[in-house]
């Protein structure tokens, strides 16, 4: 298998979007100890830029807009968020709050989702990093929770069918949440394949092995939860031998990557314990998938919240996918791998 150049017609690795304003979003004015702090995004800047943005472009993330939104989200959703936000803010949850700043910042992450998508979709690069925040993956079409307002990752899938002329996306989740609000908007559909791997037993509960999706979705949702204190061989089996094949068989034309960074071993809000090179190794694994379809990768960013474990592996994932190098092949971990597969199997050549 010979993988596509990952060079770009931008002469560029890849793209890399953020906006200021996405620092300006802080819970800690409602919360002092809240872990989505502004620092997450200021110590991934500050270790890109001291390494020239590994030759990524930089761009602005755009404001998205407010129709755009409803692509995933309802009219009330959007209109609640942003009333609360012009009100000053408040709390949506016991752990979700919006600032002022809150619903700026969140068009702006939003935006760059889409926008980076419409670059990928484009041609303009076959690699796509969202530097963003508040991160997206737990926001339903019409709730905001899990320190999520609008559901990035979903609004870039959506935004690339619906107005790309895309066929199929794939979504992987590897943050160590499961990213239910993704799930939630493409439960019943078949064009959007959504693959998850977290822990189990942490918020938000959701994701079990045998919610598969519902209707014409069955088989397009595919859960792996792994236990606390898992490390990288089972996430890379799981990767490697569900799915990666599974993604495969699908034929997206457009892979997109809810990147949370949270299954570091050094994160205060998990247990599992993988490396920066873990995700590295991961990033190589699902840049081969798309090098090997010929269709582009872009990566959100969702959680990850010790900043300096955070800034290491995006610096290693932005690597790993600007570079040539090929993932391992690794025999499958045997016990969980070997479950999912008789699950999975039911809809898919695994
Ligand atoms: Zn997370």
Redesign the pocket.
Known sequence: MSEEPTATRTGYAGLYFSHPACLEHDPRAHMPEHPDTPERLEAIERTLAGQDWLGWGRRAAPLAQETRLELIHSAGHVQRIRELSLAGGGAIDADTFVGEPSYRAALHAAGGACEMTRALMAGEAMLGFCGVRPSGHHAEPDRAMGFCLFNNVALAAEFAIRELGARRVFILDW???HGNGTAEAFRRRSDVLFASIHQSGIYPGTGSLSDLGSGPGEGYTINLPVPAGSDEGLWLSLLEHIMLPVAEAFEPELVLISA?F?AHREDP?ASCRLEASSFAEMARHVRGLAAQLGVPLGAVL??GYEPAALAECVRETLAALGSDEPAQSAAPEPLLTSRAAAHIGHYWPL
Do not use: K
Request: avoid cysteine.
């Open positions: 943050d160590i949440h949370g949270d809000l969702e959680g």
